[in-house]
């Protein structure tokens, strides 16, 4: 185990999630060997910069406030692999659209408990995929939408 590659990998993910509460996109990016997200909670996948970055527009478009805090962090070197688990917290400020239904605004906030994988080259610290596990009913059911 390379303790010096596990601790500069636990650094990217807390980097990687305190640049997305502050929408620095390019700093996101720059955390990323090659950007790509795979959503286990609604099978999306963003593969490349130019997907990634309509990703993050989307998203925030909804939910222009939205932050993480993070719970907890894990490193597995024999995957590559850094376990996240987080706290999304957000208000619903625009339209958001679940399997194809869109729903305005509400003003109403959420905070769902959730995790993620952050998949990394081998030894790198750059991610080469990150993996949200979630379901897009949590944030309706905060919402009063369900």
């Excluded at 590659?5 to 990016?29: F, G, P, S, Y």
Aim: glycine content about 8%; charged content about 25%.
């Amino acid at each position: 185990m390379n303790q010096a590659l596990t601790q500069a990998r636990l650094k990217t993910v807390r980097d990687h999630m305190a640049l997305e509460c502050v929408q620095d996109w390019d700093a996101v990016i720059a955390t990323f060997e090659h950007p790509r997200y795979e959503m286990l909670g609604n099978g999306q996948v963003y593969d490349g910069e130019a997907e990634v970055r309509a990703y993050f527009d989307a998203s925030r478009k909804a939910f222009p406030d939205q932050v993480n805090e993070i719970i907890a962090l894990a490193a597995d070197d024999g995957t590559n692999t850094v376990l996240v688990e987080f706290f999304l917290i957000g208000t619903h400020l625009g339209d958001f659209t679940v399997r194809g239904k869109v729903y305005p605004a509400t003003g109403k906030g959420f905070k769902v408990r959730m995790a993620a994988t952050f998949e990394f080259a081998p030894g790198s610290d750059k991610v080469i995929c990150e993996r949200p596990y979630t379901s897009p009913d949590l944030k309706l059911q905060q919402l009063g939408l369900l």
